[in-house]
Every structure is written in C-alpha cells, then in structure tokens.
C-alpha cells in the first residue's frame, strides 16, 4: 500500500475535489491528482455492521485474473478506505440505454461464476439476515410473515462458489470498450443462483421476458422445475433480507432513502407471497 499516495490523496481540496452521490456503505469522493482522477472510498462509522473489509481483500485477490474490477490504486482492509481509478465512460446499469445490457450482465456473472473458485469464507444469508433484525428496534413493516422462506432456503441443494452477492446498478458498468463488475464488499462464497436473483430483484426485473433474455445467456436455457423454484425461494429471501437491511440502516442513519428502499422491498415482498 502506497501511504504517501493516499496522503496526497486526503490532502486534495478545492475544484479537484468532488462528491460522488453513490453507494450506501461509504462517502465516495471523486480526487483529481497530477491530471487523473480517482474514486476514494471512506466507509462510515457503522460500515462494520454491513461488511468485513478483509473478506473484500480476499474476494479481490481472487477475481483478479478475471479483468472484471476497476484498477485500485489503494487498499487497506483494516480501515475500508480504498481508491480507485475513475472511468470517465462507465454508464451503471441504471444509467446504460444500451439495448443488450441484460445479456451483457449476464456475461460478467458467468464470467465471475466460471471462475469456480471458493475463498474459503461464506456469504450466509440467513446470519446476515438475524444480524440485520437484530439492529431494528423500531420496525417500518412487519416482514416477519415471510421468515418461513428461510427453511425452506436452508433445504435447496447448491455448490457453493465465490459469488459477489449484491448486483445492484451501481455495481453494474458498461464502456464501449468493456464491462465492468464492482466493489466486492459483500462477496463471499454462496449458491450462485443467489446472485442471479440478487440482480434481478435489485433492478426491478419482474416480467417474463426479460428474465427469459438473462436466463437464456446464463443457464444456456430456460430454468427447469429445480432451478426455478430455488429462485424463486432466492427472490422472497432477497426482499426480506434487504427490506431488513434498509430498516436497520434507516434506524442508523435516518436517512429516507433508506425508507423508500424498505417500502420498496416491503412491496416487492408482498407481490412474491401473493402470486
């Protein structure tokens, strides 16, 4: 790790710095040094709740070979703090018009998956979600109508393999030139179809047909009766877990986006018990 580059980087002050309004976990910042500009990450105070920065070092390590992250300049995972290099081009999933984005994700997914590699810790769901409901005193919603998922998740068969676990839009970036998978806070070995529910349930893609398009360049097919009634456990789960999480977050920070998330996974949770 390069100290004096990160102290350059702190010290930075007026035009060449800039807040960059993304993410949830951190304050991200664009800095400008000698005519390049980076990202630099500064987890918040309750960040220890969210993530283990060690275990995004390892995931890191990795993946690599797989030329999926942007380039990191500066790391520490005692601390959470990390810069990277800013991409100018890069377009979120959100922000992407591109008219094959669905299949592009899914060839990062695939990409990350084919690595069939384990980094020796687990992602578990299910202790994350206690570990969330722990922290909320003060409900929005009851959700606890859908904990019976959680059984029946506990009973799916899978190979667990590294997997990234929160495929949100921005975490999802598209260049002319390539594509892009970012930060790993929350990756951990996990059943990846964990990750497929957890892109399309976190870009609100609930029609048939779009689905069908990622399924398609993922599995090669269409799901079989197995495959599509674990997803469909991954995606009750996924609602539950998340609408937990922006409780909790929203009891830590106040903040209403966190409010607006918890209403959103509510909501979602709702339309999954009653289809």
Sequence with gaps: MNEEFLKRILSASGDDVKPLHKGYTNKNTLVKLDDVWYVLRQPYPDASRI?????????LQKIASLDLDVPTLYFDPATGIKVTLYIDALRTYDE??????????????????????????AF??????????SHVDHPIYDAKFAENVIEEMLNLESTPTLCHNDWVAGNIG????????????????NDP??????FLTENQIEDETSRDIF?????????DEKTSHALSCY??????????????????RGDEIYRTIAKDKYDALKRNFNE
Aim: a negative charge; aromatic letters at 16%.
């Design 174 to 189: 598209f260049t002319a030139e390539r594509d892009y998978l970012i930060d790993y806070e929350y990756a951990g070995d």
């Design 215 to 223: 399924y398609r360049e993922y599995f090669g097919n269409v799901p």
């Design 51 to 59: 993530v283990r920065f060690h275990h995004e070092a390892k995931a």
């Design 235 to 252: 995606e009750k789960f996924h609602n539950l877990l998340w609408c937990t999480w922006a409780m909790m977050m929203h009891e830590s």
């Design 193 to 198: 179809l964990f990750d497929v529910m957890s």
């Design 124 to 133: 578990d769901p299910v202790a994350r979600y206690r570990q969330y409901a």
């Design 96 to 121: 992407c018009d591109a008219v094959d984005k669905i299949e592009r994700t899914a060839k990062l997914m695939k990409k990350l998956h084919g690595l069939n590699a384990t980094c020796g810790f």
